[in-house]
């Protein structure tokens, strides 16, 4: 999987090319990450990648002709039988929001293109002439989308074989599962007078696995219902919530 992210704060990204699961998924070659100055392709030779806005208001806005080069850079480096299916993506408060879906059709794509904006916003043009999928990390207003394209490129990356191990690593946790995941432990046995759970201690795989079945499903009722809506749940998932009061939809 490749990203190509278009900045004008390359420098932040070094936090994931560095540090932790991801830089050594990327030292590895199993992701790589391009980082595009977008003031390189600025035509004057002080870089001026943004401008006062028409109309006028508050805050500079993103000139649409060094991000137009950036990006068309980016494409032509890409081969032409990947190059339609590479979404090129906004960081914005007004798009999609980030989910599981939309990770996963990510992950599936050969590459990504991602464009950060920043001060006031981006020239409309970009969105309209460029932008295949506009997304929204969530609603509140960032700063920039350095760190929306990080979470981006995180989440995604995540699906891309032994980043993460194996595929039964991403497919256990909460969201990707369709449930909020089961508690952990680790030792010690006890803590400050709070006991492991004495099942997770007994061997007994088949009573673990049950266990942390009905965790995960009293977790995902308590705290977020609406998941139970279109999660995979077995009859005997659905007799279990029912115990709880559960009054989904009957499988
Ligand atoms: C200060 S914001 C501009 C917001 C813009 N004035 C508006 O109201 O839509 C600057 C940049 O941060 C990024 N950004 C801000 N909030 C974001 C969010 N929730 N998700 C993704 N990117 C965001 C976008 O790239 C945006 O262009």
Known sequence: MHFTVLTLFPDAFRFIEEYSVLGRAIRGGLVSLDTVDI?????????????????????????????????ESALAGIPDAERVATPIVLTSPQGDILNQDL??????????????????????RIREGLITHEVSIGDYVLTGGEL???????????????????????????ITSGLLQHPLYTRPAEFRGMPVPEILRSGNHADIERWRRQQSLE?????????????????????????????????
Not at 104 to 112: K, L, S
Not at 148 to 165: C, H, K, L
Not at 229 to 237: G, I, K, Q, R, Y
Request: charged share 20%; proline share 7%.
């Open 103 to 124: 990770v996963n059709e990510f992950a599936n794509a050969p590459g990504m293109i991602l464009v950060c904006g920043h001060y006031a916003g981006i020239d409309e």
């Open 39 to 71: 003031r390189e392709y600025a035509t004057d030779r002080h870089g001026t990648a943004d401008d006062y806005q028409f109309g006028g208001g508050p805050g500079m806005v993103m000139k649409p002709d060094p991000v137009f080069a950036a990006v």
């Open 219 to 251: 977790r995902t009722l308590s705290l977020r219902p609406d998941l139970l809506e279109t999660a995979p749940l077995t009859n005997s998932d659905r007799v279990f919530l029912a115990s709880l009061g559960w009054s989904g939809v009957p499988g």
């Open 148 to 174: 929306a394209a990080m979470v981006i490129v995180d989440a995604v990356s995540r699906f891309v074989p032994e980043v993460v191990g194996s595929a039964e690593n991403v497919e256990h946790d909460s």
